[in-house]
């Protein structure tokens, strides 16, 4: 299935109606996620890069992709398996279910193991690739 990888997609934010901004991950793209996106060592699990999509039509397992589900893709994990992930930047924890496979390409070979449904990752308050805490 072909996605498009948001994480470090060119990221924009508007504060105050005023300010644009982006931050230098985003724009720079995946040849330089490492040089901005770094592991906090603050996880007491599993700490993986992560990323966040928004469009597919079916999933792995079948089912419709829903960009606002608390759903997430990888190749480590069965279909199926509900994982306890943490921003360890903020302490949000959700609860997500493996329902794709994936990441795939450059968002793989650059070490991404984990990719969100856009809703999921916007409710752990992510704006872009990062490390998340995996239980």
């Known amino acids: 299935m072909k996605r ?3 994480g470090m997609g060119l990221g924009l934010g ?3 109606g005023v300010l644009i901004t982006a931050t230098a991950a985003n724009a720079a793209g995946w040849g330089s996620v490492h040089r901005y996106v770094k592991p906090t060592g603050n996880c007491a699990g599993q700490e993986i890069l992560a990323s966040y999509y928004h469009t597919g039509k079916r999933t792995a397992s079948g089912e ?3 960009a ?3 759903t997430a893709a ?3 994990w069965a279909l199926g398996t509900s994982l306890n992930v ?3 930047h903020n302490g949000r924890t959700l ?3 493996i329902n794709d496979t994936g990441p795939w390409g450059s968002a793989y070979a650059k070490g991404a193991r984990l990719d969100l449904a856009r ?3 916007r409710r752990l308050g992510m704006s872009g690739t990062q490390y998340v805490c995996v239980g």
């Open 14 to 16: 508007l504060a105050a």
């Open 95 to 97: 609860t997500v279910r």
């Open 68 to 70: 606002n589900g608390n």
């Open 86 to 88: 943490t921003n360890p």
């Open 4 to 6: 498009l990888a948001m």
């Open 64 to 66: 419709r992709f829903d």
């Open 119 to 121: 809703g999921a990752a």
């Open 74 to 76: 990888a190749r480590t």
